[in-house]
């Protein structure tokens, strides 16, 4: 009773301060330009894969439909926490309200999780488009891919509106510091003043669910797709599935192995500077990557994309 009555008398955060990459002005200044550069391209990438994917009807088909929806989901999910990483290099520590706060914590769940979601979905498809040929026009039909792509951003919304709404009802008095450059749950954590363990258990119960059940699917699904390579008489059939495949392990394997060691715990993390390091690479590199993995190395986008340019 003492303890609730002296909470209700302490002053609740209205805001916090992003401490960023907290280093020399000079350096700050090159992060800066790198981390923007990085970002326009980006957005170019990602809006170049779409308005192929739109308007060349050779690209409607199921692997690109999901690679479209991705290219949306980068570029919401880099503007998500790009914005406030600049903002922070370019001023200092960047003071964020509790409320925008917040905001961009539920965005930056929802988009992680409909990545998950997301990749799961791809790795299904390249499943049944190798293992399963004869019955891809029909397991992949258009009415199936739509249901995978809105359970993906339904789904997302869902788990980031019980997340955010559990770490929004904690209790804030001091210090309001977050070591990190966007608002994130394990620095949210480390600053709440009341009882988390509920919330914390919340968290990683979703984080198993979310990351590992949809790692569990896109293995399997890549391990069912390199035992039927091996199969495959043809050499050359081989090499083009076997490195199409490894294209999307490796994505696969970069954003789960960062997203698995920072989120998959079930206590507050103390090594916020290595989690800052990680969270760059699932927030920036990744979005720009994938672009270049998936599509722009693909023969059927270099078509389209030489005929929209005039090339010959």
């Known amino acids: 009773m003492e303890t609730s009555h002296e909470l209700t008398n302490m002053t609740r955060v209205h805001q916090f301060v992003l401490l960023g990459?907290?280093?020399?002005?000079?350096?700050?200044?090159?992060?800066?330009?790198?981390?923007?550069?990085?970002?326009?391209?980006?957005?170019?990438?990602?809006?170049?894969?779409?308005?192929?994917?739109?308007?060349?009807?050779?690209?409607?088909?199921?692997?690109?439909?999901?690679?479209?929806?991705?290219?949306?989901?980068?570029?919401?999910?880099?503007?998500?926490?790009?914005?406030?990483?600049?903002?922070?290099?370019?001023?200092?520590?960047?003071?964020?309200?509790?409320?925008?706060?917040?905001?961009?914590?539920?965005?930056?769940?929802?988009?992680?999780?409909?990545?998950?979601?997301?990749?799961a979905s791809m790795a299904y498809d390249r499943y049944v488009a190798i293992c399963r040929p004869l019955h891809y026009p029909l397991l992949m039909r258009p009415q199936i891919c739509l249901g995978l792509a809105l359970s993906s951003w339904l789904g997302g919304l869902l788990v980031s509106a019980i997340k955010t709404k559990c770490i929004a009802s904690l209790t804030y008095c001091g210090p309001n510091i977050l070591?990190?450059?966007?608002?994130?749950?394990?620095?949210?954590?480390?600053?709440?003043?009341?009882?988390?363990?509920?919330?914390?258990?919340?968290d990683f119960i979703s984080a198993i669910v979310i990351f590992c059940g949809t790692l569990l699917v896109a293995l399997a699904s890549y391990s069912a797709i390199g035992m039927a390579v091996l199969r495959m008489p043809s050499a050359a059939a081989r090499r083009k599935a076997f490195s199409t495949c490894a294209s999307h392990l490796v994505v696969v394997g970069i954003f789960y192995s960062a997203a698995l060691f920072i989120y998959c715990?079930?206590?507050?993390?103390?090594?916020?500077?290595?989690?800052?390091?990680?969270?760059?690479?699932?927030?920036?590199?990744?979005?720009?990557?994938?672009?270049?993995?998936?599509?722009?190395?693909?023969?059927e986008v270099h078509a389209v994309l030489r005929k929209t340019l005039h090339w010959p």
């Open 21 to 119: 990459f907290p280093t020399r002005l000079e350096i700050r200044d090159a992060l800066f330009v790198i981390f923007l550069t990085l970002y326009l391209l980006t957005l170019l990438e990602n809006t170049l894969i779409i308005y192929l994917i739109c308007s060349h009807s050779e690209l409607h088909k199921p692997m690109y439909f999901f690679l479209g929806n991705l290219s949306c989901l980068e570029m919401c999910y880099v503007s998500v926490t790009m914005p406030t990483l600049l903002v922070g290099l370019w001023t200092g520590p960047y003071h964020i309200s509790f409320v925008t706060c917040m905001t961009q914590l539920f965005f930056f769940v929802s988009l992680i999780c409909t990545e998950c979601t997301l990749l």
């Open 179 to 202: 070591n990190q450059f966007f608002c994130d749950v394990s620095p949210l954590l480390n600053l709440s003043c009341t009882h988390v363990a509920l919330t914390e258990l919340v």
């Open 265 to 299: 715990r079930p206590s507050r993390i103390k090594s916020m500077d290595l989690n800052k390091v990680l969270s760059v690479i699932y927030t920036v590199v990744t979005p720009l990557c994938n672009p270049i993995i998936y599509c722009l190395r693909n023969k």
